[in-house]
C-alpha cells in the first residue's frame, strides 16, 4: 500500500477560492494564519480548475488525449489560473511537485499558473493518507453527496466533512468568511 506523507494533507480549496484571493493585497495575506500556514510548506493543497466552457462535454473520457473532447478552460478559467499563480508566488508559498488529473483543463491549469514541476497523474488505487484532512463542500452544491463519502473516507480515513452553509459549487465565491472560518480552525486545530 502507498503511504503519502505523513505531514499535514489539507483539502484547503477548489480552484474557485482563488478568485477572490487574487484581489486581497500581500498585507493582509500576510496577517492571515492561512497565509502563514501555506508559507510554511510541507502541506499538499487540492486544488479544482477553473471555469470551462459550459457547452463542452467530456464525451470521450478515457481518452485524455483527445483534448477536443473534454471541457476546457474558457478565457475566465485561463485568467484564474493565472491569478492563482501569482497569488501563491506574492505570498511567497513554496510550490514544489504539482501533480494534476490528466485531462488537459487541470494540467493546463498549472502550466498558466506557472509552475514548473508538473506531472500528469492517476492516484494509486491502493494510496492512503492517515492524517487530518479536510472535505468542504457548499450546502447548495451537489458535488460532494453523502454517498461519496465512504469512497472519499477509504484513502483518508481522518477526512473530515465540513458542509458549509450558503455556498454552492464556487465556496470562497459564495461564503468567503464561512470558508476562510473553516480552514481556519481546521489549520490551527479549533474545530
Known amino acids: 500500500m502507498s503511504t503519502l506523507s505523513r505531514r499535514t494533507v489539507t483539502a484547503l480549496a477548489i480552484f474557485s477560492s482563488l478568485s477572490a484571493m487574487s484581489g486581497m493585497p500581500a498585507a493582509a495575506a500576510g496577517k492571515n494564519d492561512i497565509a502563514q500556514e501555506l508559507r510554511a510548506g510541507g502541506l499538499v493543497i487540492v486544488v479544482r480548475h477553473g471555469a470551462t466552457f459550459?457547452?463542452?462535454?467530456?464525451?470521450?473520457?478515457?481518452?485524455?488525449?483527445?483534448?477536443?473532447?473534454?471541457?476546457?478552460?474558457?478565457?475566465k478559467g485561463k485568467a484564474l489560473a493565472k491569478s492563482f499563480g501569482d497569488v501563491l508566488r506574492?505570498?511567497?508559498?513554496?510550490?514544489?511537485?504539482?501533480?494534476?488529473?490528466?485531462?488537459?483543463?487541470a494540467y493546463e491549469t498549472a502550466?498558466?499558473?506557472?509552475?514548473?514541476?508538473?506531472?500528469?497523474?492517476?492516484?494509486?488505487?491502493?494510496?492512503?493518507?492517515?492524517?487530518?484532512?479536510?472535505?468542504?463542500?457548499?450546502?447548495?452544491?451537489?458535488?460532494?453527496?453523502?454517498?461519496?463519502?465512504?469512497v472519499i473516507r477509504a484513502p483518508f480515513p481522518k477526512g473530515r466533512f465540513v458542509t458549509l452553509k450558503n455556498a454552492g459549487h464556487w465556496l470562497l465565491a459564495d461564503n468567503p468568511a464561512g470558508f476562510v472560518a473553516v480552514v481556519e480552525a481546521f489549520l490551527t486545530g479549533t474545530a
Open 90 to 105: 506574492q505570498a511567497r508559498v513554496p510550490v514544489g511537485k504539482v501533480y494534476t488529473s490528466k485531462y488537459n483543463r
Open 54 to 75: 459550459p457547452d463542452q462535454a467530456d464525451t470521450d473520457p478515457l481518452n485524455f488525449d483527445n483534448i477536443a473532447a473534454q471541457r476546457n478552460l474558457n478565457d
Open 111 to 150: 502550466v498558466i499558473a506557472g509552475f514548473a514541476d508538473i506531472e500528469a497523474w492517476d492516484v494509486p488505487n491502493d494510496a492512503r493518507y492517515d492524517g487530518p484532512t479536510l472535505f468542504i463542500a457548499g450546502a447548495t452544491s451537489g458535488y460532494i453527496q453523502p454517498t461519496h463519502r465512504p
